[in-house]
Structures are given as C-alpha cells and as structure tokens.
C-alpha cells in the first residue's frame, strides 16, 4: 500500500474513532471525507440548550506525502494518536503553529 492511501485510510480510521456524541446538548457528529482531495474533518453541529453548535473539532489534509492538522480540538491532541499508529513525525505538520514556530516543534516543518 503506499503513502498517500494508508495516510487516507488511517485518517478515516481516526475520524471514525473521533466521531461519539457530546454528552450534552443535542448535537450530532458529521464526518466529511473529501478523498479526491484529500480532506478529512469532524464537526459538531446543534444545539445546546440556547447556543448554536457548529464547528470543526478535526481538520486534517493530506499535502504532498504528509498529513497537515489544521485544527485540532482533541485532547490530548491527535498528532500522538498518528505517532503511535507508526506515522513518523516529519510526516505530520503542525498547521496551526505559524510556519516561523514549526521548526521548534517535534514535527514536520512542511
């Protein structure tokens, strides 16, 4: 198998392991896979009670041969979660730091 479709297959993978129901509100989990562009996010969209819900709470693309985390709301972050599935950390890009910051982190620059 190579890079780019078990990086997609993975990411799917954790998106499905991401997607359980908030323990409040009435709000619903939507994964959207956008494979042709390699596009993977998890939303949560509702109510609760009288705020409105709708935001990502996982953004990650696939850019060139490494995975771009644009946004994560996870704790403790799924950047760990991509390390222990046996992705190496030059492969994965902290897209939320500014480009200036990444080369101080444990993680691909881009």
Not at 1 to 30: C, F, V, W
Not at 52 to 64: M, P, T
């Amino acid at each position: 198998m190579d890079t780019i479709t078990h990086y997609q297959d993975l990411l799917s993978q954790l998106l499905r392991q991401y997607a359980h129901k908030p323990s409040h509100g009435e709000i619903e989990t939507e994964i959207i896979i956008d494979a042709a562009r390699k596009h993977f996010e998890l939303m949560h969209v509702g109510w609760d009670s009288p705020r409105r819900v709708h935001g990502s709470v996982l953004h990650l693309d696939i850019i060139g041969e490494k995975i771009w985390i644009q946004h994560d709301g996870t704790s403790p972050g799924v950047a760990l979660d991509l390390v222990d599935a046996g992705v190496p950390r030059e492969d994965i890009v902290l897209a939320f730091r500014p480009p200036q910051v990444r080369q101080y982190t444990d993680y691909g620059t881009g």
